[in-house]
């Protein structure tokens, strides 16, 4: 009887454990607003909140400045899927971005010319 209670012991600790490891991977919204930048030229991300407090995205170009229109932008538990489109050439991407900490994004991008990954870097942040 002694082993089976260590057994389940044991079972719910690892559990615990691996769920705390689980939660600190998730999306916090407020570790998004700021300005971030790409390490290489590609779209710069504003994260920031609007009046009700609901977050919003805003993509551009690094050279000209020039407005993505975002098509979608998802927030999950783990990650944010951006959907943007560049209307003077009608270039498309699909973008998924998820945490490395809590000032590192990483994201993989798919276009018309391939599958990337970027790394963001948080310049400004909300405070």
Do not use: H
Request: with cysteine.
């Amino acid at each position: 009887m002694k082993k089976v209670f260590l057994s389940i012991a044991v079972l719910l600790t690892g559990l615990i454990s691996f769920s705390q490891v689980q939660t600190n991977k998730n999306i916090n919204a407020n570790d998004l607003v700021g300005f971030w930048k790409p390490q290489e030229t590609t779209g710069n991300l504003l994260f920031y909140k609007d009046l009700s407090g609901k977050l919003v995205v805003e993509e551009f170009e690094d050279g000209s400045g020039e407005a993505f229109e975002i098509t979608e932008f998802k927030v999950y538990k783990t990650y944010i899927i951006i959907k943007a489109l560049f209307k003077e050439t009608n270039w498309a991407s699909e973008s998924k971005y998820t945490f490395i900490n809590k000032t590192t994004l990483k994201c993989r991008i798919t276009n018309d010319d391939g599958t990337f990954t970027i790394i963001y870097n948080k310049i400004l942040n909300n405070k």
